[in-house]
């Protein structure tokens, strides 16, 4: 079992920065992929970027190309997701999922872990 807890999030206007944290417990996150969701009222869950558990590969939505930036800390148990240039359309829930040795997919489905998630709030 691997328990996940978000932080960082909270309200910043836009073209402003924050990061994201996603400590683990109960395992070792060194065996695991790593990945962030955003789920904005009325919409469904999206990706938003992804690490394998290696941390030799990562990927991201997009929407956000150029803009965050997700690593690891497998020292720290941690994997972050930095994020540059809010946009409001940034607002979300953010989750951060775990799939063991997983590539860091896009897809929900192959994480078997998740947080309870951080509110990210940007206002023009």
Known sequence: QVQLVESGGGQVQA???LRLSCAASGRTVGRYAMGWFRQAPGKEREFVAGISWSGGSTNSADSVKGRFTISRDDAKNTVYLQMN????????????????YGSG????????????????????
């Open 105 to 124: 997919s896009g897809s929900a489905l192959t994480y078997g872990y998740w947080g309870q998630g951080t509110q990210v709030t940007v206002s023009s």
């Open 15 to 17: 073209g402003g920065s």
């Open 85 to 100: 240039n809010l946009k409001s359309e940034d607002t979300a829930v953010y989750y951060c999922a775990a799939d063991r």
